[in-house]
């Protein structure tokens, strides 16, 4: 089975720190993605990754940086955490032609 | 305006009922996804379709390409099929990923 890993479920960082949500997949997918999930607003797509070294902004990169150093690690950064990012942020894997693995999620409280 | 619209979007069904997901999308794509979130969080991916139908235990997901419509169908629901259920679309063009808000599905016993 696939597995797409985020290194921690819960969360809690203040506001103006730089905050670091690491993902690891072992399937050697090309694609990975970061999205966040909120009430009433559904998942939302930050960025994604075709390949190494490769970023493309999703919906709402505003705030968010990501780094794919390795094909199995795709990091998502806050440069300075607010409130407003204080959500669910969830990262996903997959191949073209076949469907997405998610990982279980992080959930993010900036105090 | 949403590119993906979902309904209904809350859904109560007695156990064994069967039950219909509808999904709408208004962009051309590649392949339309439908995912599964417990609560807690965890999301699974149930179903990626390009054209045509597609079965798994008891859940079918059909597309129509032309109307630009997609249905997610459970036979003989089970509370274990409680969850939010969210049909996400891959544009055709630009890489960009569309998603519905979620249908929240309770089956009741």
């Known amino acids: 089975d696939v597995k797409v890993t985020q290194s921690s479920r819960y969360l809690v960082k203040r506001t103006g720190e730089k905050v670091f949500l690491e993902c690891v997949q072992d399937?050697?997918?090309?694609?990975m993605f970061w999205y966040r999930q909120d009430p009433g607003l559904g998942l939302r797509l930050i960025y994604f990754?075709?390949?190494?070294?490769?970023?493309e902004k999703g919906d709402i990169p505003e705030g968010y940086s990501v780094s794919r150093e390795k094909k199995e690690r795709f990091s998502l950064i806050l440069e300075s955490a607010s409130t407003n990012q204080t959500s669910m942020y969830l990262c996903?894997?997959?191949?073209?032609?076949?469907?997405?693995?998610f990982g279980s999620g992080t959930r993010l409280t900036v105090v | 305006k949403n590119e993906v619209e979902q309904s209904p979007q809350n859904l109560t069904a007695q156990e064994g009922e069967f039950i219909t997901i509808n999904c709408s999308y208004s962009?051309?794509?590649?392949?339309l996804h439908w995912l599964q979130q417990h609560p807690g969080g965890g999301i699974v991916s149930l179903f990626m379709?390009?054209?045509g139908k597609k079965k798994h235990g008891r859940l079918i997901a059909t597309i129509n390409i032309q109307e630009k419509h997609s249905s997610l169908h459970i036979t003989a629901s089970h509370p274990r099929d409680s969850a939010v259920y969210i049909c996400?679309?891959?544009?055709?063009?630009?890489?960009?990923?569309?998603f519905g808000t979620g249908t929240s599905l309770t089956v009741i016993p």
């Open positions: 962009v051309g794509i590649s392949a």
């Open positions: 399937m050697d997918h090309e694609n």
């Open positions: 990754s075709y390949d190494v070294k490769m970023k």
């Open positions: 996400a679309v891959r544009s055709n063009t630009g890489n960009q990923f569309y």
């Open positions: 996903a894997s997959g191949r073209q032609i076949y469907g997405y693995t």
């Open positions: 379709l390009s054209s």
